[in-house]
């Protein structure tokens, strides 16, 4: 699924429209795609959303959506108009949800002469542990409820997932090549983990099998994003020519 020559998306957590196009403006040559979370989308709305697409890079809307599924069909055709190229939405929320979140995408995207926003599951929650887990009732080994979750997405026809560096790997081998993997928790090399516990370079994040890789603070705390982010997709670019 590697289809964009820049698997970048860097993460604009910032919760004004002004703040989040003057970051997208500044990294948009270096990067695939610009990633926006609930922070901005509650503060900022879809008009925000609008603002940052006009910057002409594809988005990815993270709203990790979780309801019943007349409601995330719902909420589903209410962003696809706003072109989005990525949603994400809760495997846990079952496999009809997930379906009716696919049939809406195509049938809002198809009525609109838009191309389909490719549809992510989230699994596990990197701030999970075995404990939080067991706590809801669920699997409490981190690595068997990813996989049962992604298989469960893929199942649901959903084009891949959202997950943890240390995940790449067996999920790549699990779900094998076309399934789509979205990666956060990126730190090139020598750059501070931050809040992260286990994070990748972007480029053994490659190596693993990952698809796209959402990088944030690395380039928006930087003295110079744009300098950032064009190192990193330098680097990305020699280890794949
Ligand atoms: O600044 P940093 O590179 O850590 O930003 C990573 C982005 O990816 C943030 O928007 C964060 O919410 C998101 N994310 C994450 N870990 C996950 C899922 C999403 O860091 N497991």
Known sequence: MTDLPNPIFCALDTPTTAGAVELGRTVAPHVGGLKLGLEFFMAAGPAGVRAVAEIGRPVFLDLKLHDIPNTVAGAIRSVVPLAPAFITLHASGGPAMMRAALDAAHETAASANLARPRLLGVTVLTSLDAEDL???GQDDEVARQVGRLAT???????????????EIARLRAQMG??????????????????????VMTP????????????????ITRAADPAEAARHIAESLRHDHP
Request: glycine share 16%; hydrophobic share 45%; with cysteine.
């Open 134 to 136: 067991s706590a809801v």
């Open 152 to 166: 469960l997405a893929r199942a649901a026809g959903l084009d891949g997932v959202v997950c943890a560096p240390g």
């Open 177 to 198: 090549p076309e399934f789509g993997l979205m990666v956060p928790g990126i730190r090139p090399a020598g750059a501070g983990a931050d809040d992260q516990k286990r």
């Open 203 to 218: 480029q053994q994040a490659m190596a693993a099998g990952a698809d796209h890789l959402v990088i944030g603070r690395p």
